[in-house]
């Protein structure tokens, strides 16, 4: 695969590090690794980073001087969007929406929502249920009769063009085992809108590595998110010269993980970020990468990957945790010196 017949900016901070979770691994009794796409700079970083070295190489070959996006209040796609478009000196609008219903501040202020403004986005709010998709067009067009050049991102970066980010973090993985001959068994990682695990995918099925990816996820039930991943792979492929290459059967989500909702913090979730903080050092999110690892610890607890070695994919999200401080009892820390 060819990845630079495809327009891309060299911002993100990669390769990304593939390390062992020694303590992790000895607590669940298999062998576990961490790639750290919550590493890959642009504003602390995460997995939209990827996608948006090609999605705004495209916005920039398109003459564009303002990119739009949409997602739920705390997105983290929405914020690493707002940074590159910084870094490239163009406007950035952004369309939140409330998927939660939280009227906590921290929620609607703090987190992502401080760094996009922070960044010089201007964003907007949407009640839960709006068409998200639809209200952007029309956003786009009224900016577009206003005179600006409006390369509009969809949620989450997953398109295509973003899905390639992905493919080429197949191949890094990938070249990352060969180098150290560390055979790996599985990958695992959060899925939301699908341009991750479609681009995991269809690069580990391009390349013929035969290493299975399993998507943990955070919203749709399991038929739903497999066709979504499934459909995006397929577009994918055939965009990268290999229409047909990724079966239907290569696509695996498992979506008991999800809890009451997108973005409501699960008890196994809430469990994932302080085994991960505690054991390793390491900051999950509770939207996506501990709802991603509540999946890992529990099948792993099951024997779902006995005598495996796998791999979690950190997608990142750790500033969501600062618009989400009152989900966890964090009382009983405190001492008295
Ligand atoms: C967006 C996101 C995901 C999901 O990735 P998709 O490509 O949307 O499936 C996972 N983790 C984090 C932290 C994210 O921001």
Redesign the pocket.
Known sequence: MHLSRFPRLHLAHLPTALEPMERLSRELGVELWIKRD?CTGMSTG???TR?LEFLMAEALEQGADMVMTQGATQ???GRQTAAFAARLGLKCHLLLEDRTGYNNPNYNQNGNVLLDHLHGATTEKFPAGHDMPGEMERAAERKRAEGHKVYVIPG???NPT?ALG?VNCAMELVGQANDRNLKIDRVV??????????GLVTGMCAMNAQIPVL?IG?RAPREKQEQMVYDLACRTAEKLGCPGVVKREDVVANTDYVGEGYGLPTKAGIEAIRMFAELEGILL?P???AK?ASGLIDLTRKGAFKGERVVFVH???SV?LFGYDFAFDHANRWVNL
């Open positions: 919550d995460g997995n939209k996608k997105t983290n796609h989450g970066g997953s973003g992905y990682h959060a899925t939301g809108s699908s341009g991750t695990q479609a998507g955070t999110d939207v996506y990468s991603g997608t990142g999200g969501a």
